[in-house]
């Protein structure tokens, strides 16, 4: 750690797309690189905090100092996210799939002599929703919102919708997906503040200093 600020808090980060799948070598997914996610569970070590990274498939190397839970579905991943509870913090960064399939298949589906299969799909559950509500709510609830369009409006709707105490909007019209470099607006009850475009892991520095002044705020001298 290269300070002792969140000595004693346990930071839950989510990160990473879930994997939902059709049959044995088929999934439905949402594009996820998991680089955010892993850049704020790293930036939360480096605060000191005690940090549980609940991650869906991606091929990234686990930051120093993290607990790494490593899941597929986004039920696993609902699961694992109960069982690392209380946290002080939750960062919900993950790319969950909205829907899975109601039936996984046990065999390959084989595309000759048929028509292509239609898939029936059920919601998933809403992960950051659920923390939200949870008797075991964190202090500070966080989730990120990915549009297109309206970034502000739908992510206001979002925070509200879904008890988040702040809301990370990025404009992912763009080449955000994948990419080193990210421009949010963070929104909050106090308004929208935007920051610049800067790297992924300029912006999990930025947002853990705010944590940190939640969490543990520095005495006024
Ligand atoms: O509704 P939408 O997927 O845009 O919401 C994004 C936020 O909600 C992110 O913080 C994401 O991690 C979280 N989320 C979740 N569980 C879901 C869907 C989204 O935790 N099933």
Redesign the pocket.
């Known amino acids: 750690a290269i300070s002792d600020r969140l000595e004693g808090k346990h930071v839950l980060v ?1 990160a990473g797309p879930t994997h939902e799948p059709i049959d044995p070598v088929r999934y439905i997914a949402n594009r996820s690189s998991g680089k955010q996610g892993y850049a704020i569970a790293a930036a939360a070590a480096r605060l000191g905090a005690r940090v549980t990274l609940v991650s869906g498939p991606v091929a990234l190397e686990c930051p120093p100092g993290v607990d790494r839970v490593f899941v597929e579905t ?1 039920i696993q991943m609902a699961d694992a996210v109960k069982a690392a509870l209380p946290a002080d913090a939750a960062i ?5 799939a ?1 829907w899975r399939t109601t039936e996984v298949s046990g065999e390959k589906m084989k595309k000759r002599g048929s028509a292509p299969p239609a898939l029936r799909l059920t919601e ?5 929703a659920s923390v939200a509500s949870s008797p075991k709510r964190p202090k500070l609830v966080v ?4 549009e297109t369009e309206k970034v502000l409006d739908h992510a206001k709707d ?1 925070r509200k919708r ?1 008890g988040a105490d702040w809301i990370v909007a990025n404009d992912v019209s763009g080449d955000v997906m994948g990419g080193a470099v990210n421009a949010v607006h963070i929104i909050s009850d106090a308004g929208v503040e935007s920051l610049p475009e800067m790297a992924k892991e300029a912006v999990a520095a930025n947002l853990l200093e705010r944590i940190a002044d939640v969490l543990a705020p520095v005495p006024e001298s």
């Open positions: 989510t986004a919900m960064v993950a790319a969950v909205d998933n559950p809403d992960i950051l989730g990120f919102a990915a979002k879904k």
